[in-house]
């Protein structure tokens, strides 16, 4: 027992550090982006509108950021941007490349904040999300944006809350804040989940599917189902799996037309895979996208040729969809050298 106690100890000293380590990189890399002139905003022709809470009374989680081209004709089509981070870290000021990079193209950007884990465990940050998206439906055509034109996306822990939002709007649902969203019947024009982990209950699979699979990375996606799900087994969790949802239930409207991307060095890669079956079973539109040799989330580097490429295919898929008449298109995505 003392060595199980042991043993147990050091996994989760383990765990800890890794994750204390990779938290810290992806922080001081974003805060060291933001200081280069060129991430500024206002040079790529976008303004920010920062910090407009979405929930009245809400704490700093409950915040949103607009990004818009400045000298475009509105109203714009929309693309609500999630954040990830496995649900524990990062934010929307963490994630203002993605916004600038979209808002260039000539959209109208909704950048959100969400509570984080495991503070604040599932299901806050679904719940703010659909908080959020409701605020957008009402609030966003005073700033130029056309709710009725509107695109969700997110990478990794943002894609599973993103494809979360899309069967709120699909599927009926017993929780009071879903049950809001569905009855809104204000399904989104098009859905770009990247590089997603979209069933958060069996991480183990990933090891199974992949002994070869290494302790660290391992250990990074482990963190997520323990800290954002917690011990809380009397909770329904569906929401946490939108994928399962996807796989097992014909949705009560039709799902929007879907663009996924992975690389296929990625160990998520196969829930993007699954994700383009469980679709193609349901008869929706969908593009599915694999990036040879790239890593996670390899779009946020947006100076390396196969970022660029993804980036192409994401304006094209959505100029077929939600084109965005009257915006100015940059040739490339935004990033500080640009």
């Not at 509570?115 to 999300?129: K, S």
């Not at 056309?146 to 709007?169: F, H, I, K, Q, T």
């Not at 990247?194 to 090891?207: N, S």
């Not at 660029?308 to 939600?322: I, S």
Request: glycine share 8%; hydrophobic share 40%; proline share 9%.
């Amino acid at each position: 027992m003392t060595g199980r106690r042991v043993g147990l100890g050091w996994e989760s000293f383990r765990r800890g550090a890794g994750a204390f380590a990779v938290d810290g990189f992806f922080r001081a890399a974003s805060n060291l982006g933001r200081l280069h002139p060129r991430a500024k905003p206002q040079h790529h022709g976008v303004e920010r509108l920062a910090d407009i809470p979405y929930r009245a009374g809400g704490d700093r989680y409950h915040r949103l950021d607009i990004y818009r081209p400045r000298h475009a004709h509105g109203p714009l089509p929309v693309v609500f941007y999630v954040h990830g981070g496995g649900f524990r870290i990062l934010s929307k000021d963490t994630h203002y490349v993605m916004a600038l990079a979209f808002a260039r193209a000539g959209y109208l950007v909704v950048n959100v904040d969400y509570r984080l884990a495991p503070r604040d465990p599932y299901p806050a940050a679904v719940q703010d999300c659909a908080e959020a998206y409701g605020w957008v439906l009402d609030h966003v055509e005073r700033h130029g944006g056309d709710p009725s034109r509107m695109a969700v996306a997110g990478e990794s822990a943002g894609a599973n809350l993103v494809s979360a939002l899309v069967a709120m709007c699909c599927y009926p649902r017993p929780e009071p804040w879903a049950e809001a969203v569905f009855r809104r019947d204000a399904v989104p024009r098009a859905w770009l989940p990247y590089c997603g982990l979209l069933q958060v209950t069996d991480c183990e699979r990933f090891r199974r599917n992949k002994p070869t699979l290494s302790t660290f990375i391992n250990d990074r996606l482990m963190e997520v189902p323990h800290a954002y799900l917690g011990e809380r087994p009397s909770i329904d969790t569906s929401l946490a799996d939108p994928l399962l949802m996807f796989e097992q239930a014909e949705p009560i409207r039709p799902l929007p037309p879907c663009f996924a991307t992975v690389g296929t060095a990625d160990p998520l890669l196969d829930d993007t895979r699954r994700l383009g079956r469980a679709l193609e079973a349901r008869g929706s539109l969908a593009e599915v996208r694999f990036y040879p040799g790239e890593i996670h989330a390899f779009h946020a580097f947006v100076w390396r040729k196969a970022a660029r490429r993804c980036w192409r295919d994401t304006y094209r898929f959505l100029d077929e969809h939600l084109p965005a008449r009257g915006g100015h298109r940059a040739p490339n995505p935004v990033h500080p050298g640009a």
